[in-house]
């Protein structure tokens, strides 16, 4: 059973950057495609970024697009995903996960970190 826990969220003002990380114990990530997802109040959950196990693809959606990265480091079992020109509308709570092979989540969500980005 894999356990995921997130970190490096924060209040920021707008403009300004976070770097989040998440790292795992109970399953190697090298072996999984990861991504970040995020949920919003009142919101359903949503994917943002994700990383494919080599490390050499990643997929962001439109709004984040130019101002997000995503990345990994195997050796540590951790993602990150550093987040840059953040705006009011990236407020919400950030998670990771390993994806399966139709890029649905595998483990049982972490606590998430949450992001608050003021205007």
């Known amino acids: 059973q894999v356990q995921l826990v997130e970190s490096g969220g924060g209040l920021v003002q707008a403009g300004g950057s976070l770097r989040l990380s998440c790292t795992g114990s109970g399953r190697t990530f090298s072996s999984y495609v990861m991504g970040w997802f995020r949920q919003a109040p009142g919101k359903e959950r949503e994917s943002v970024a994700r990383i494919s196990w080599s490390g050499g693809r990643t997929y962001y959606i439109d709004s984040v697009k130019g101002r997000f990265t995503i990345s990994r480091d195997d050796a540590k079992n951790t993602v990150y995903l550093q987040m840059n020109s953040l705006a009011p509308e990236d407020t919400a709570v950030y998670y990771c996960?390993?994806?399966?092979?139709?890029?649905?989540?595998?483990?049982?969500w972490g606590q998430g970190t949450q992001v608050t980005v003021s205007s």
């Open positions: 996960n390993l994806l399966d092979n139709g890029l649905r989540p595998l483990a049982s």
